[in-house]
């Protein structure tokens, strides 16, 4: 039994191949433009934090600086982890214009000033009052960390633990002008 | 005490009671109203930390942020439009439960309708043929059969033939 004739198998060949190539293009196409976080290359979001010694934080004050923001809570294996890596960047870049804030979310307060004591380091460490920044940064988990440039873009975000290489590599990238932002 | 003011303060005092009602029920239906908003608004937006879950299904932390986040922005009045667009700003077009239909997107919302009329041209190709086929054989069968049967009786005829000779 003959469906379809020698002209219409090329069409549905075609029409397949056709499908075939777009769904390429979906998964694979335009990599080059794939961000880590939609707020990449665009102004990060402004925020008013207090720190576990009392003081407000807020970003616009920090302006000419290279941020790192560091999303932690106690309760993170991997948080821990990296603190080691953290404190000892931040002895390293302490004097360069670079400003470490880490920011405890989804956590009780006595569990991060317990947390604070063994792995906190000298950097500042803060809370939103507000429970906002965190939806505001588009943090889907901890560890999550952000690189905010001089001129007050995210440049890059890191999901997981960092490492003294990692941080090297995104700090010094957040120090370079960007020409490409969007 | 005169009767006149007895039956005034009667009516004054039913009047602020019917309006204390009339407020409180008010109150409380715009505050449903804007739980419905809420919840409308939560069950667009998938939950970033969940395994296919909504922001208006999940427990966790973040989605409950989330809801805190629609609730506040509601109550300064912004729009579903404006909610949808800072949760977007802030996790990307996947946050959304139904991707919008733009660029490669269209073709999440066109190929089940696309597999659909191609699907349905197939089967009616493929019952159209199979019948056409079916019809053919039986009218073959129709007319070829006496044939055979008519050569068949022939040879008999002329195999007794020779054998009454």
């Known amino acids: ?182 | 005490m005169n009767p006149n003011n007895a039956y005034n303060k009667f009516i004054l005092h039913t009047l602020l009671i019917t309006f204390f009602i009339i407020a409180a029920v008010l109150d409380a239906s715009a505050a449903k109203s804007i739980d419905d908003q809420v919840k409308e608004i939560a069950y667009l937006l998938m939950c970033p930390v969940c395994q296919g879950q909504s922001v208006g299904e999940s427990n966790s932390n973040l989605a409950h942020d989330m809801r805190d986040i629609i609730r506040k922005q509601l109550e300064e009045g912004k729009s579903k439009e404006e909610i949808l667009a800072y949760f977007v700003n802030s996790y990307g077009e996947s946050i959304l439960a139904s991707p919008p239909p733009k660029g490669i997107n269209w073709l999440l919302w066109l190929l089940p309708g696309v597999a659909i009329v191609f699907g349905g041209l197939g089967i009616i190709l493929f019952l159209y043929k199979s019948q056409s086929n079916k019809n053919d054989d039986k009218h073959t069968s129709e007319n070829t059969r006496p044939e055979v049967d008519n050569d068949y009786i022939k040879r008999i005829e002329e195999e007794l033939e020779k054998g009454d000779s």
């Not at chain 1, 433009?33 to 934090?49: C, D, M, Q, R, Y």
């Not at chain 1, 004050?61 to 993170?76: E, P, R």
């Not at chain 1, 500042?124 to 009052?129: E, I, M, N, V």
């Open chain 1, 1 to 182: 039994m003959k469906i379809l004739s020698t002209s219409g198998k090329v069409i549905v060949l075609i029409g397949i191949l056709g499908l075939i190539s777009l769904m390429g293009y979906a998964i694979f196409g335009n990599r080059v433009n794939i961000k880590t976080s939609p707020l990449v290359g665009n102004k990060a979001p402004e925020f008013t934090l207090k720190t576990f010694d009392g003081k407000d934080l807020k970003l616009s004050d920090l302006k000419g600086k290279t941020v790192l923001l560091n999303f932690w809570a106690s309760w993170c294996m991997p948080c821990r982890q990296e603190a080691g890596a953290l404190e000892r960047s931040w002895q390293k870049y302490k004097d360069k214009d670079v400003v470490f804030i880490g920011v405890n979310v989804w956590d009780e307060n006595s569990n991060a000033l317990s947390y604070l004591k063994k792995f906190g380091g000298g950097y500042p460490h803060a809370t939103d009052p507000d429970e906002e920044i965190q939806v505001d940064y588009g943090v889907g988990g901890v560890p999550e960390t952000y690189f905010i440039d001089p001129s007050g873009n995210v440049r890059d975000k890191f999901t997981g633990p960092l490492t003294e290489q990692i941080i090297d590599y995104f700090v010094l990238r957040a120090q370079v002008p960007n020409n490409n932002e969007s």
